[in-house]
């Protein structure tokens, strides 16, 4: 499955770093690609291991705003 999730305060290629490790250390996270630019991050992921919820969690302890 594939999600776009808007995200707050990424400004620079740490930001980038900072959200895509975090994302792929998740179970079932398969692909997780930042667009500073847009300020989203395209994510794809087998929804029977991991959910939405348990994603934005892991991108807001990193110090960024998930927006719905």
Known sequence: ME?????????????????????????????AEVSLEAGKVDITFDESKVNVETMKDAIEEQGYDVEN
């Open 3 to 31: 999600k776009t999730l808007n995200v707050r305060g990424m400004t620079c290629g740490h930001c980038k770093m900072s959200v895509e490790g975090a994302l792929k250390k998740l179970d079932g996270v398969s692909k």
